[in-house]
Every structure is written in structure tokens, then in C-alpha cells.
């Protein structure tokens, strides 16, 4: 049974920086993408970055372009989400998941497996 876990949330003020990691287990990953949601309290849950796990090609939303890496690591089967410049608005429970396919996805509904979720808070 695939079974992600999110782990690395917290408080952190503005500025200031967070490691999210995704601990992937039940099967082999590498011909999957995996990626990072996250939802703000009272809105839509939204994509923040992808990874193909075998090349680790990746595709990053607007938001979060230039302040957020993805990595992964594959002896591990550990995806990586280091994010840095943090602001207030990132303030979010963020998600990570798995799709079937190598192929890079950006909507909710192309991911197969998810995990529980960790909270990312950033004070002002």
C-alpha cells in the first residue's frame, strides 16, 4: 500500500526558512512525478511544485518560482520541498503526492496518492 508522509512543518517568521520532506513507501517511485500542494484556511487546495522523480525535471508555480526548491532523494525515497524568503501568505497545510505517470502535473485530480499533511505557519 503507497503511503506518503509529510513531516518538517511549523512556526516560522517572515524571512525565515522551512525543510518539508515526503517519506514515500509501498512501492517504487521512480517512474513517478510527485508534487507539493498546499491549502490556506477557507481556500482551494493549490499546486506550489512538481518533480519527476527519475530525472528530476521540475515545474514550479508563479508564487513560489525563485523562493521554493524541490529535491529528491532516491536511496531515501524522500522528496524534499526547502523553502526560503518565507511570507505570511505561504501560511498553509501542505501536501505531498504521487501520480502513476512521469509526467509533470499541476492539477489536484492528476495525483493518485496523498498524504496527511503538515502545517506551515509564517508570522508577519
Known amino acids: 500500500q503507497v503511503q506518503l508522509v509529510e513531516s518538517g512543518g511549523g512556526l516560522v517568521q517572515a524571512g525565515g526558512s522551512l525543510r518539508l520532506s515526503c517519506a514515500a513507501s509501498?512501492?517504487?517511485?521512480?517512474?513517478?512525478?510527485m508534487g507539493w500542494f498546499r491549502q490556506a484556511p477557507g481556500k482551494e487546495r493549490e499546486f506550489v511544485v512538481a518533480?519527476?522523480?527519475?530525472?528530476?525535471?521540475?515545474y514550479y508555480s508563479d508564487p513560489v518560482k525563485g523562493r521554493f526548491t524541490v529535491s529528491r532523494d532516491n536511496a531515501k525515497n524522500t522528496v524534499y520541498l526547502q523553502m526560503n524568503s518565507l511570507k505570511p501568505e505561504d501560511t498553509a497545510v501542505y501536501y505531498c503526492a504521487a501520480r502513476r505517470t512521469t509526467i509533470l502535473g499541476d492539477q489536484e485530480s492528476m495525483y493518485d496518492y496523498w498524504g496527511q499533511g503538515t502545517q506551515v505557519t509564517v508570522s508577519s
Open positions: 509501498g512501492r517504487t517511485f521512480s517512474n513517478n512525478a
Open positions: 518533480i519527476n522523480w527519475n530525472r528530476g525535471t521540475t
